[in-house]
Nanobody, 122 residues
Framework: QVELVESGGGSVHTGGSLRLSCAAS????????MAWYRQGQRQEREPIAI???????TYVHSVKGRFTISQDNAKKTLYLQMNSLKPEDTDVYYC????????????????WGQGTQVNVSS
């Protein structure tokens, strides 16, 4: 059984930083695409960063240069380092996993975490 558990959310001021973590269990596949999504109130869930099994990453334009996705395969943990945070980054952030080598920012994902809240105040 696959389980994804996010942590690291919180409240910061504009320009601050946070690092989100996603602990994965039950992912015993050799090829897994991992992603971070975010969703605000009355908005659709938006993909913001993905990373494939080879460590190649892709970002949505709004976070490129500010956010960094990474993974520690030994710890089975996905990270999202968020720097230069803005009030518009306020959202619930979710990690997701997709089994297989196909890894697209707009792809579909099989497993989801419960989300962690990030609040950025001006």
């Amino acid at each position: 059984q696959v389980e994804l558990v996010e942590s690291g959310g919180g409240s910061v001021h504009t320009g601050g930083s946070l690092r989100l973590s996603c602990a994965a269990s039950g992912l015993t596949y050799s090829s897994v695409c991992m992603a971070w999504y975010r969703q605000g109130q009355r908005q659709e869930r938006e993909p913001i960063a993905i990373i494939d099994s080879d460590g190649l990453s892709t970002y949505v334009h709004s976070v490129k240069g500010r956010f960094t996705i990474s993974q520690d395969n030994a710890k089975k943990t996905l990270y999202l380092q968020m720097n230069s945070l803005k009030p518009e980054d306020t959202d619930v952030y979710y990690c997701a996993a997709r089994i297989g080598r196909l890894c697209l920012l707009q792809g579909t994902f099989d497993y989801w975490g419960q989300g962690t809240q990030v609040n950025v105040s001006s």
